[in-house]
């Protein structure tokens, strides 16, 4: 079985928000951060136009998929991320916005901010001090840096 694990990671920060922003009007919508269900599969898969194998990443059992939903609508999937608990940080996976929230016909900004907020508070919540890590793209290393702060703390870089 291959071990997808490796591949870098290519999510674009868009805006940092406390919410998400529907791009057209500017209007803000506070969010909510839960659990994947396996009902919410049936609607996530390639056909629908999400890039990642999520049914794959949800049967990983040490890791757990978080959706973002727009509060009082839990029903739309906004956008997510697979996080694995490790005994110092916590290790994000994917990550991946829905598909109405990729590209210049995006609906909402904001999306994988607040994926990757979420990450370091449960980072935060399990005393590790909001450390979070994940492989990067090449070309997305200093965009990291930029809207992240992130820094690169290994010796290689992933071009994929």
């Known amino acids: 079985m291959k071990d997808n694990s490796a591949k870098g990671l290519d999510f674009v920060i868009d805006k940092l928000t406390n919410s998400i922003e529907n791009v057209v009007t ?3 919508f506070a969010t909510d951060i839960s659990l994947l269900t396996f009902n919410d599969l049936k609607a996530i898969t390639k056909r629908n136009k ?4 999520w049914k794959a990443e949800f049967a990983k059992p040490e890791r757990d998929v978080y959706k ?3 509060v009082n609508n ?4 906004q956008g997510l991320v697979s996080l694995e608990v490790k005994i110092d940080h916590v290790y994000m996976h994917l990550v991946e916005s829905s598909p109405f929230n990729k590209g210049n016909a995006k609906v909402y900004s904001g999306v994988p901010g ?10 935060f919540q399990r005393g590790h001090e909001g450390n979070v890590s994940f492989i990067s793209k090449t070309q ?6 930029k809207t992240l702060g992130a820094f690169h703390c290994w010796g290689t870089y992933y071009d994929y």
Request: hydrophobic fraction near 50%.
């Open 68 to 70: 973002l939903t727009i």
């Open 26 to 28: 500017g209007d803000s």
């Open 114 to 123: 607040n994926l990757v907020a979420y990450a370091c508070k449960l980072s």
């Open 140 to 145: 997305l290393v200093e965009h990291y840096e």
């Open 74 to 77: 839990a029903t739309i999937i």
């Open 50 to 53: 999400w890039l990642f194998d």
